[in-house]
Antibody, heavy 124, light 107 residues
């Protein structure tokens, strides 16, 4: 079945970087956009950006420009999200989610499935 | 960036009630609006796409309507398993924004 499996929880110090992985299975990895969404404790959903796994092209939310990098390794059907210069307010669960619209058509925000989430804690 | 204003932020209703949540976009987004349900400790689930289309497998008591800047999400008869937080989400010009969410509780 279609599945996204993310890497495990991370604890980082302020100023450090974190890289979260998202391994896809059950479908053609390069056929669908991958998005990253985060959720701070008790807060709402915040979209961070997407990557086109076929071309490697990316589009980031303005808030994260300059701090986030999304990449992929097509040989192992895995997407990555790296966030740098971490602050305490970056503490959140980070999700990857596949967009149901096929590349190269534009992403439509139809997210299914989602990964299980990765808790990133930023604390000194 | 397009801003989404979702209301109310929380809602308490009885089983069997009709529940309505609204979402307003800061500019015209046509029908580029989706609705998600998130239960505690779980990833969100897509319920409605393109404003009014029910995702496969989603019960017919859920519905959506609207276009342009004003959108509505309705549960026709609230069930206990519908307790969750609901989010609207817009997609326009390759960017995506979520509303602030509506926490739905049973009265």
């Amino acid at each position: 079945q279609v599945q996204l499996v993310q890497s495990g929880a991370e604890v980082k110090k302020p100023g450090a970087s974190v890289k979260v992985s998202c391994k896809a299975s059950g479908y053609t990895f390069t056929g669908y956009y991958m998005h990253w969404v985060r959720q701070a404790p008790g807060q709402g959903l915040e979209w961070m950006g997407w990557i086109n796994p076929n071309s490697g092209g990316t589009n980031y939310a303005q808030k994260f420009q300059g701090r986030v990098t999304m990449t992929r390794d097509t040989s192992i059907s895995t997407a990555y999200m790296e966030l740098s210069r971490l602050r305490s307010d970056d503490t959140a669960v980070y999700y990857c989610a596949r967009d149901l619209n096929l590349v190269p058509a534009a992403p439509r925000g139809w997210f299914d499935p989602w990964g299980q989430g990765t808790l990133v804690t930023v604390s000194s | 960036d397009i801003q989404m204003t979702q209301s109310p932020s929380s809602l308490s209703a009885s089983v069997g009630d009709r529940v309505t949540i609204t979402c307003q976009a800061s500019q015209d987004i046509s029908n580029y609006l989706n609705w998600y349900q998130q239960k505690p400790g779980k990833a969100p689930k897509l319920l409605i796409y393109d404003a009014s289309n029910l995702e496969t497998g989603v019960p017919s008591r859920f519905s959506g309507s609207g276009s342009g800047t004003d959108f509505t999400f309705t549960i026709s008869s609230l069930q206990p398993e519908d307790i969750a937080t609901y989010y609207c989400q817009q997609y326009d010009n390759l960017l995506i924004t979520f509303g602030q969410g509506t926490r739905l509780e049973i009265k």
